[in-house]
Protein backbone atom coordinates (compact mmCIF):
# COMPACT_ATOMS: atom_id res chain seq x y z
CA UNK A 1 0.00 0.00 0.00
CA UNK A 2 0.96 3.43 -0.74
CA UNK A 3 2.09 6.25 1.61
CA UNK A 4 -0.93 9.10 2.21
CA UNK A 5 1.44 11.29 0.05
CA UNK A 6 2.02 9.59 -2.91
CA UNK A 7 -1.65 8.25 -2.95
CA UNK A 8 -2.46 12.54 -2.89
CA UNK A 9 0.46 13.39 -5.51
CA UNK A 10 -1.26 10.89 -7.77
CA UNK A 11 -4.60 12.47 -7.21
CA UNK A 12 -2.89 16.23 -8.09
CA UNK A 13 -1.54 14.12 -11.36
CA UNK A 14 -5.35 13.13 -12.10
CA UNK A 15 -6.92 16.42 -11.42
CA UNK A 16 -4.27 18.33 -13.29
CA UNK A 17 -4.09 16.00 -16.19
CA UNK A 18 -7.88 16.32 -16.37
CA UNK A 19 -7.75 19.73 -16.30
CA UNK A 20 -5.00 20.56 -18.55
CA UNK A 21 -7.20 17.96 -21.48
CA UNK A 22 -10.36 19.83 -20.70
CA UNK A 23 -11.82 17.08 -19.33
CA UNK A 24 -14.33 18.59 -16.48
CA UNK A 25 -15.81 14.98 -16.32
CA UNK A 26 -13.15 13.28 -15.20
CA UNK A 27 -11.97 16.42 -12.35
CA UNK A 28 -15.53 15.74 -11.03
CA UNK A 29 -15.30 12.13 -10.58
CA UNK A 30 -12.19 12.97 -8.15
CA UNK A 31 -15.13 14.42 -5.60
CA UNK A 32 -17.76 12.71 -3.36
CA UNK A 33 -21.28 13.27 -4.83
CA UNK A 34 -21.42 15.49 -1.85
CA UNK A 35 -18.17 17.28 -2.19
CA UNK A 36 -18.16 21.26 -1.82
CA UNK A 37 -15.79 23.15 -3.63
CA UNK A 38 -15.53 26.91 -2.49
CA UNK A 39 -13.80 28.91 -4.62
CA UNK A 40 -11.28 32.29 -4.26
CA UNK A 41 -11.79 35.08 -3.84
CA UNK A 42 -14.86 34.35 -1.59
CA UNK A 43 -16.85 32.87 -4.19
CA UNK A 44 -19.74 30.80 -3.51
CA UNK A 45 -19.82 27.31 -2.59
CA UNK A 46 -20.77 24.56 -5.18
CA UNK A 47 -22.07 21.75 -3.94
CA UNK A 48 -22.79 18.46 -5.69
CA UNK A 49 -20.40 16.48 -8.03
CA UNK A 50 -22.81 18.07 -11.25
CA UNK A 51 -22.21 21.58 -10.04
CA UNK A 52 -18.61 20.76 -9.85
CA UNK A 53 -18.33 19.56 -12.81
CA UNK A 54 -20.20 22.58 -14.36
CA UNK A 55 -18.11 25.23 -12.30
CA UNK A 56 -14.82 23.14 -13.89
CA UNK A 57 -15.77 23.40 -17.23
CA UNK A 58 -16.78 27.23 -17.01
CA UNK A 59 -12.90 27.49 -16.15
CA UNK A 60 -11.66 25.83 -18.48
CA UNK A 61 -14.32 27.47 -21.67
CA UNK A 62 -12.65 30.79 -19.81
CA UNK A 63 -9.39 29.71 -21.04
CA UNK A 64 -7.79 28.83 -17.72
CA UNK A 65 -4.40 26.39 -18.90
CA UNK A 66 -1.63 24.77 -17.50
CA UNK A 67 -3.24 23.90 -13.77
CA UNK A 68 -0.81 22.30 -11.70
CA UNK A 69 -1.46 21.37 -7.96
CA UNK A 70 1.83 20.81 -5.48
CA UNK A 71 1.88 18.95 -2.34
CA UNK A 72 3.12 20.62 0.77
CA UNK A 73 1.73 17.88 3.24
CA UNK A 74 -0.61 15.35 3.18
CA UNK A 75 -1.71 13.50 6.86
CA UNK A 76 -4.41 10.56 6.89
CA UNK A 77 -5.94 9.71 9.81
CA UNK A 78 -8.33 6.61 9.15
CA UNK A 79 -10.62 7.01 6.86
CA UNK A 80 -9.82 11.14 5.91
CA UNK A 81 -7.14 12.37 4.73
CA UNK A 82 -5.91 16.43 4.23
CA UNK A 83 -3.80 18.09 1.92
CA UNK A 84 -2.18 21.28 1.92
CA UNK A 85 0.03 22.69 -0.77
CA UNK A 86 -0.12 25.23 -3.86
CA UNK A 87 -2.01 25.38 -7.15
CA UNK A 88 -1.24 27.25 -10.19
CA UNK A 89 -2.52 28.18 -13.58
CA UNK A 90 -2.46 30.69 -16.15
CA UNK A 91 -4.96 32.25 -19.17
CA UNK A 92 -3.83 33.81 -22.18
CA UNK A 93 -5.15 37.56 -22.65
CA UNK A 94 -7.11 39.24 -26.27
CA UNK A 95 -3.56 40.76 -26.72
CA UNK A 96 -2.06 37.16 -26.83
CA UNK A 97 0.07 37.68 -23.56
CA UNK A 98 0.23 34.34 -21.25
CA UNK A 99 -0.55 35.56 -17.27
CA UNK A 100 0.40 33.43 -14.14
CA UNK A 101 -1.69 33.48 -10.78
CA UNK A 102 -1.69 30.59 -7.87
CA UNK A 103 -1.95 30.23 -4.04
CA UNK A 104 -2.56 27.73 -1.52
CA UNK A 105 -4.66 24.96 -1.88
CA UNK A 106 -6.53 22.91 1.38
CA UNK A 107 -8.17 19.47 0.41
CA UNK A 108 -9.97 17.25 2.65
CA UNK A 109 -10.57 13.70 1.25
CA UNK A 110 -13.07 10.56 2.62
CA UNK A 111 -11.51 7.06 1.98
CA UNK A 112 -14.03 5.36 -0.41
CA UNK A 113 -15.04 1.36 0.55
CA UNK A 114 -13.35 0.42 -2.86
CA UNK A 115 -10.01 2.16 -0.88
CA UNK A 116 -9.81 5.25 -3.11
CA UNK A 117 -10.09 8.67 -1.96
CA UNK A 118 -12.25 11.36 -3.36
CA UNK A 119 -12.38 14.70 -2.43
CA UNK A 120 -15.27 15.93 0.19
CA UNK A 121 -13.98 19.69 0.54
CA UNK A 122 -11.75 21.99 -1.74
CA UNK A 123 -10.89 25.91 -0.80
CA UNK A 124 -8.23 28.18 -2.58
CA UNK A 125 -6.98 31.16 -2.28
Request: glycine share 10%; aromatic share 8%.
Amino acid sequence: MQNIQAEIQAINAQFDQAFNSKNAEAIAKLYEANATVMPAPAGAPVEGTTAIQTFFDGLIQAGVIEHQLTLAEAVADGNLAYQRGNWAGAMVGADGVKQTFGGNVHLVYRKQSDGNWKAVTHIWN
